[in-house]
Structures are given as C-alpha cells and as structure tokens.
C-alpha cells in the first residue's frame, strides 16, 4: 500500500479470493494490522466456525482481532493512525441493518461513509458482490442486495483503489475503468 493510498475496496462474489487479496495487501502495511470482524461469531454453526477458523490461520499472529459486529463507523473514527484495519466484510455488516427503516439505515450508511472518510488511518474494507442475474426471491434477499450495493457504490468514490476479484485473480478497477454517472 503506497503512502498516498488511505482506503482500499477489495470486492468480489463468494469464494473469489477477495479476503485472502486483502490479507496479502494488508500484510505490506508496515505498521500494525488490526481485523475488525462485523460477522456474528455463530458459535452453535459448525460450518461457520469452521469458515472463521480458516480465516484464523491464515493471518499472521501479530495482526490484533477485533469483532465490531454492527460498530463498524465507531471503531474507524478510533483507529491508531498508525494501524492498518482490514473490514470483514461489508455484507456481514449491512446485514446487522436489514431490520432498520429507510431512514435509520441511510442514516446508518452516511455515518460509516463518513467514519471512512475521518478515518485517520488505513483501511481495506472486504465486500461481497451480490445480485449477479440472480434475483432474491425474498423481500429481505432484496433489501440485503440493494442496501449493499448502493453502500457500494457510496464507498467506492472514497477509495483509492478498488479491486475486483474473480475465480483468484484481482483487476484493478480504479485503473482500468470510468466511474457510472449519477
């Protein structure tokens, strides 16, 4: 991560590759890292644990762990300066707000946009991609697809680098791309 790259936007569909990406560039940063987790720990799910237990191994034991689950905004606006913190995942955290109005979850984005862009140190903030021709065929399978994406496309104008990943391979897309116009 270069010294003029503050937030990064690492994407992708399920089994892409896209954590192990932001684990690869969080592992440049030469100061601290630390995992902030917005899953709920499940502990009674043994598929999820065994999914989180991947995760732990893969990190390097010096980067910290912090389970933030739905208080994401509040612990960026508190990050270390010199700290690196690696957001797993957006999905897991917009899914927290699925029960909230219209109103409180607009409230909810524009306060973790703006606890981004205060942010004052680095971060790599892992996102699902949804709704790729399949259309949820429940109410709350579309609000989940819908509030991530616009959330999304919000993020990403404060990201230096945005990257896609696909079966393994990341694209670059603030280099190879033009921003939709609104």
């Known amino acids: 991560m270069d010294a003029d790259t503050r937030c990064q936007l690492v994407t992708g569909p399920a089994r892409s590759g896209k954590s192990r990406w932001a684990e690869h560039l969080a592992s440049a940063h030469p100061g601290p890292v630390l995992y902030l987790a917005t899953a709920d720990t499940r502990q009674q799910d043994p598929a999820w644990q ?73 971060v790599i903030v892992v996102s699902e991609q949804t709704g790729w021709g399949v259309v949820p065929a429940t109410a709350i399978g579309g609000r989940f697809r819908d509030r991530l994406g616009a959330l999304e496309q919000r993020l990403a104008p404060l990201c230096q680098r945005c990257w896609l990943v696909v079966a393994g391979r990341a694209l670059d897309l603030a280099a190879i791309s033009q921003p939709v116009p609104r």
């Open 50 to 122: 065994a999914r989180l237990q991947v995760h732990r191994l893969r990190r390097p034991p010096s980067w910290r762990v912090l389970e933030v689950q739905a208080a994401l905004a509040q612990t960026l606006r508190h990050l270390d300066p010199a700290e690196l913190a690696l957001v797993d995942a957006l999905g897991t955290w917009v899914a927290w707000g699925l029960d909230q109005s219209d109103d409180q979850w607009l409230r909810s984005s524009e306060e973790l946009c703006a606890a981004l862009a205060a942010c004052p140190g680095r």
